[in-house]
Nanobody, 128 residues
Framework: QVQLVESGGGLVQAGGSLRVSCAAS?????MGWFRQAPGKEREFVAA????????NYADSVKGRFTISRDNAKNTVYLQMNSLKPEDTAVYYC????????????????????????WGQGTQVTVSS
């Protein structure tokens, strides 16, 4: 069992920055951030492997968001810059405990069904 605790959400103006954190009780294969806006499905934002730090991003956040990890603290961060009102959502961190391997290499999943542990979520609101 993996416990995940998010923190750092809040209210920010458009164009501003915010960092959310996710503390994990133990490290697995990879960690992901997802978000869910009112009336919409939960969607992939970014992911990172604990070992090596390889990352994957949704097209909508590339160049604005950065995912990183601190292995010593078992914590993953999502630095969000140039925030837009459409980034408003509940942000969830999730853990993927099963390494993904295909075509001779490991990969990061953007499919929420591949993530088997979830945090409680933290609200991020971007005002216009």
């Amino acid at each position: 069992q993996v416990q995940l605790v998010e923190s750092g959400g809040g209210l920010v103006q458009a164009g501003g920055s915010l960092r959310v954190s996710c503390a994990a009780s133990t490290r697995t294969y990879a960690m992901g951030w997802f978000r869910q806006a009112p009336g919409k499905e939960r969607e992939f934002v970014a992911a990172i492997v604990w070992s090596g730090g390889r990352t994957n991003y949704a097209d909508s956040v590339k160049g604005r968001f950065t995912i990183s990890r601190d292995n010593a603290k078992n914590t993953v961060y999502l630095q969000m810059n140039s925030l837009k009102p459409e980034d408003t959502a509940v942000y969830y961190c999730a853990a993927d405990s099963n390494p993904k391997y295909s075509g001779g290499s490991f990969y990061l999943s953007d499919n929420l069904s591949d993530y088997n542990y979830w945090g409680q979520g933290t609200q991020v609101t971007v005002s216009s």
